[in-house]
């Protein structure tokens, strides 16, 4: 089974408006850690933001928020007031207990004018 | 500035030739991993290496061969058995306790096989 499971391979977005990045993962862990990434054209991988399986309130950064439904196993990136340069590969991402890393396989998103 | 290094940016092999890519990192991390990037994919999991002069296989590893010999640097070498390795190659680092330590990424090497 996958670990993590993105369904949405592209979404268009119009600026300035908000967008939701679908993720959902397995595990059977009780400790485990959530991440989003961003990746441009240029392929550099972007850090956004981290949930933690125990923490309470969804993270938060700046335009990024994750909503996190432990219960349901999702971890979706809600991006606010989209800007141009938004427009990138996004991918979820999980930690298990150990050290090795679950990518899904990424939504495109495309921010229109 | 603390961050990952990868050399070279492009690189281009002839079939039948091995190439060894670079990776670099300065910022004290024990664990070190490199993924593979085919165009419109995620990430496969090639290797990874959790403490020196100890890697793993990752769900891709047959045609690839790490070391890890400082627990700065983690090269990948493409041998001649890697049936298709025109791709975009990714190296990341990262702290080994704490599931909130996130994994800090290079710019990517695109080897590209001619």
């Known amino acids: 089974a996958q670990k993590i499971t993105q369904t949405q391979p592209g979404m268009f977005v119009q600026e300035k408006e908000a967008v939701t990045l679908d993720c959902t993962y397995d595990?059977?862990?009780?400790?485990?850690?959530l991440f989003w990434y961003k990746q441009p054209s240029s392929g550099e991988m972007i850090f956004l933001i981290y949930?933690?399986?125990?923490?309470?309130q969804n993270a938060t950064e700046g335009r990024y928020s994750l909503n996190f439904q432990k219960a349901r196993k999702s971890a979706n990136l809600v991006i606010s007031a989209s800007q141009l340069g938004d427009s990138a590969m996004y991918f979820c991402?999980?930690?298990?207990?150990?050290?090795?890393?679950?990518f899904g396989t990424g939504t495109s998103l495309t921010v229109i004018p | 500035d603390g961050g990952i290094t990868q050399s070279p940016k492009y690189l281009f092999r002839k079939e039948g030739q091995n190439v060894t890519l670079s990776c670099e990192q300065n910022?004290?991390?024990?664990?070190m991993y490199w993924y593979r990037q085919d165009p419109g994919q995620g990430l496969r999991l090639i290797y990874y290496?959790?403490?020196?002069?100890?890697?793993q296989k990752g769900d891709i590893a047959e045609g690839y061969s790490v070391s890890r010999e400082k627990k700065e640097s983690f090269p990948l070498t493409v041998t001649s058995a890697q049936k298709n390795p025109t791709a975009f190659y990714l190296c990341?680092?990262?702290?080994?306790?704490?599931?909130?330590?996130?994994?800090?990424f290079g710019p990517g090497t695109r080897l590209t096989v001619l």
């Open positions: 990341a680092s990262s702290y080994t306790s704490g599931g909130d330590n996130e994994q800090f």
């Open positions: 595990t059977s862990d009780q400790s485990y850690g």
């Open positions: 949930q933690g399986s125990y923490d309470e």
């Open positions: 991402a999980m930690r298990e207990g150990g050290n090795q890393f679950y």
């Open positions: 910022l004290n991390h024990d664990a």
């Open positions: 290496s959790q403490i020196v002069n100890d890697f």
